[in-house]
């Protein structure tokens, strides 16, 4: 089983839809979570970073744990035609020695 | 505040040739972190610098190597380079290290290997 899974998508929605990115993860050690958004031929950007189980909003996004089932959702209200992107979940320990594990990434269609 | 700068952005090279990528950090972090990014395996982490000594490996050939200097900048070097190294080769840089606080990512050197 993999660490972290997440589907690759792509995923197309009509502007102005709920969109519903997930991810799931089977290390229950995993401390802190974090969704990066990544334009086409650009890096990641650090989009949502949370440490804690339950509802984290930001503007448009919200994010969301779900520790007990090892689960965590980033939603986006009121989708735009510039959201189109791919998504990477990331998660990790508070440890120095470890590396943060990524997703490899849901790739989002908005349609305008 | 300066972000992440990787130069160059973009490389072609043939195969059995070797590269050398560059990165430089935000002002005042310490760790540097490089990653492999392809569509069918998305990111793979490389390694992890901190103060100028590796801190963390990938499961990567001895191929990929790096190094950071005392003012934080980083390079990697892939040798006898193959088809299968083309990518997009990120550096993400954070104050204390990947594993302690938020990384920020750089553009990326788009390699294409021929």
């Known amino acids: 089983q993999k660490e972290v899974e997440q589907d690759p998508g792509p995923l197309s929605v009509p502007e102005g839809a709920i969109v519903s990115l997930n991810c799931t993860y089977s290390?229950?050690?995993?401390?802190?979570f974090m969704w990066y958004r990544q334009y086409s031929r650009k890096g990641p950007e650090l989009l949502m970073y949370?440490?804690?189980?339950g509802n984290k909003e930001d503007g448009r996004f919200t994010a969301q744990v779900d520790k007990s089932s090892k689960y965590i959702s980033l939603f986006i209200r009121d989708s735009q035609p510039s959201d189109s992107a791919t998504y990477l979940c990331?998660?990790?320990?508070?440890?120095?020695?470890?590396?943060?594990?990524f997703g490899k990434g849901t790739r989002l269609h908005i349609l305008p | 505040k300066a972000g992440v700068t990787q130069t160059p952005r973009y490389l072609i090279k043939t195969r059995g040739q070797q590269v050398t990528l560059s990165c430089s950090p935000i002002s005042g972090h310490r760790s540097v972190s490089w990653y492999q990014q392809t569509p069918g395996q998305g990111l793979q982490f490389l390694f992890e610098?901190?103060?100028?000594?590796?801190?963390n490996k990938g499961n990567f050939p001895g191929r990929f190597s790096g190094r950071q200097f005392s003012n934080s900048r980083s390079e990697m070097n892939v040798s006898t380079l193959e088809l299968g190294d083309s990518a997009l080769y990120l550096c993400?840089?954070?104050?204390?290290?990947?594993?302690?606080?938020?990384?920020?990512f750089g553009p990326g050197t788009r390699l294409t290997v021929l």
């Open positions: 993400a840089s954070s104050l204390e290290g990947q594993g302690l606080d938020t990384q920020y």
């Open positions: 949370t440490y804690s189980s």
């Open positions: 610098y901190f103060s100028e000594t590796q801190r």
């Open positions: 990331a998660m990790g320990r508070m440890n120095r020695d470890d590396k943060i594990i």
């Open positions: 290390n229950s050690a995993f401390q802190y």
